[in-house]
């Protein structure tokens, strides 16, 4: 099937990919998109980019990820995304406590840094606490053996704004939007031709909606309304804490470069509005395969499913092995904050795939009517002002070129693979959520 400017087109999910997909493609000249979201507000609870901010870097292991991401980064300069990029360079540490794999990873790292023409400038290698605290003085804990580098081309995005200031400029120039649970929730994809033709989607309202192409862009969510992304895209969660800090607090750590320990966590400068520093502790995360979710062997967010009892149980809790490294990491950083209340905690999901690599692609035997965007890995954010353009070119090449992006054809029985663990740049062991809930129970039953 061949588009045109004139086709209708749906995107499902109005999460960081699907308003970047809708913003290119309007940018481009489709003039008959439609995106339809859950929530009734930008952003959604459930998109993982309903956060103060994310880290925005362009280092990675390997050289393709590197030069999207900056791309991005010199998209984030211009004047649609401008406003929500802070530019406050990231200081990358590995803390004396780290193991083995985690310090492979981090002298690995380092040296790409530090060789890797389009790093190299911005980047310098740091030793001993003291060079360290020439980029971050307010770093007044211990930093105990502490190994590091600072970046100071990269920084962080406020990526519930973006989602929100760029979606509202998409209404303004045409774009529609369907929000809310009853219309915009969609519970099925409508399919004619046996299956092999997506032709649009109907929602909780019951209403039945026809488009030329649907795009699914869900994040955790996929595997719901695409099953076979489950075979191949593992919904996993982190944990997300914040500190509440006082006017003059937050004052003290403004401008301070995104601190990033590979082994313990991250956290950022505080958020001038709502005085919250961020915190996000590193790990395997924990995946949801053995909650009741409507199929087999896949894992989803337990609202996916239904399951409103597990998601309430994880809800303002954050597990205590992830309690207990972010206090590790600001005991050695910002030992002041290190025996603060943790407020507004969460688990954060996001769309997982064994080799982190992003899957953008037609579903295989749909005659190109249905596109998913997934497999994030928890590192889709920083791509939103780029990410869409590479949809366009998918809907305009026809297929997709990149080995790299192309959907998955992998054994059912052999999906669900427990690789969390596995990921190169994760340390830790995968676990459950209902591992999360059980603990909780345990603790709130000695109380
Ligand atoms: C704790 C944490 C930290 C992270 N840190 C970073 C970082 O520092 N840098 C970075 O680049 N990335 C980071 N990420 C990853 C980043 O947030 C994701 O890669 C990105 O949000 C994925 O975008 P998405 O559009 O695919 O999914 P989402 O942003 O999750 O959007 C999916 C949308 O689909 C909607 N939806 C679901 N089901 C339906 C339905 N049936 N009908 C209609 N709408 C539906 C949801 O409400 C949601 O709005 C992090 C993720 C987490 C969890």
Redo the contacts with the bound molecule.
């Keep these: 099937m061949a588009y045109d400017t004139s086709s209708r087109i749906a995107i499902?999910?109005?999460?960081?990919?699907?308003i970047s997909t809708a913003y290119h493609l309007e940018r481009a000249g489709y003039t008959d998109i439609t995106v339809?979201?859950?929530?009734a507000e930008l952003?959604?609870p459930?998109?993982?980019?309903n956060d103060l901010n994310?880290?925005v870097r362009a280092q990675y292991a390997d050289d393709f990820y590197t030069d999207l991401g900056l791309e991005a980064i010199a998209e984030w300069k211009k004047e649609d995304w401008a406003p929500y990029f802070h530019q406050t360079g990231h200081l990358v540490l590995l803390s004396g406590y780290a193991g083995e794999k985690a310090k492979g990873i981090f002298e690995g790292a380092a040296k790409t840094a530090q060789t890797n023409p389009k790093l190299s400038p911005h980047v310098t290698k740091l030793s001993g606490p003291e060079e360290m605290r020439e980029y971050c003085w307010q770093l007044t804990g211990p930093l105990t053996n502490f190994r590091s580098y600072f970046n100071r081309s990269e920084g962080y995005a406020h990526?519930a704004n973006a989602v929100k200031g760029i979606g509202a400029k998409l209404v303004k120039r045409g774009v529609k939007f369907v929000l809310g649970p009853e219309k915009?929730?969609?519970t099925s994809l409508v399919y004619a031709g046996d299956g092999r033709r997506c032709t649009g989607v109907k929602t909780q309202d019951g209403t039945t909606h026809n488009f030329d192409l649907v795009v699914c862009?869900?994040?955790?969510?996929g595997a719901?309304?695409v099953p076979k992304l489950g075979t191949f895209s593992v919904a996993r969660?982190?944990s997300?804490a914040h500190i509440q800090l006082t006017a003059e607090e937050c004052d003290v750590l403004r401008g301070i470069p995104v601190v990033n320990a590979m082994d313990l966590g991250f956290f950022f400068e505080p958020d001038p509005e709502t005085r919250l520093l961020k915190l996000?502790p590193l790990g395997a995360g924990y995946s949801n395969f053995s909650g009741t979710t409507l199929l087999q062997n896949t894992s989803l967010p337990p609202l996916a499913s239904g399951d409103v009892g597990q998601d309430a149980a994880l809800a303002n809790y954050v597990p205590e092995a992830d309690e207990a490294q972010m206090r590790r990491l600001l005991r050695e950083t910002l030992p002041w904050l290190a025996d603060r209340p943790f407020v507004h905690k969460k688990v954060?999901?996001?769309?997982d795939s064994a080799d982190s690599d992003y899957c953008i692609d037609y579903v295989p035997n749909t005659d190109r009517s249905l596109i998913v965007?997934s497999g994030?890995s928890?590192?889709?954010?920083?791509m939103m002002p780029v990410f869409g353009k590479w949809v366009r070119e998918l809907l305009e090449g026809g297929s997709q070129t990149n080995p790299r992006w192309t959907w998955r054809n992998v054994d059912p029985a052999k999906s669900g693979a427990d690789w969390g663990g596995d990921v190169s740049w994760r340390f830790g062991e995968a676990a459950e959520t209902s591992d999360i809930v059980k603990e909780r129970k345990t603790k709130e039953a000695k109380m």
């Design positions: 499902v999910g109005g999460g960081c990919w699907g339809f979201e859950r929530s952003p959604s459930q998109s993982a980019a994310k880290i990526s915009g929730t969609v862009a869900l994040g955790a969510y719901s309304l969660c982190w997300v996000t954060c999901w996001f769309s965007l994030d928890g590192h889709g954010f920083k």
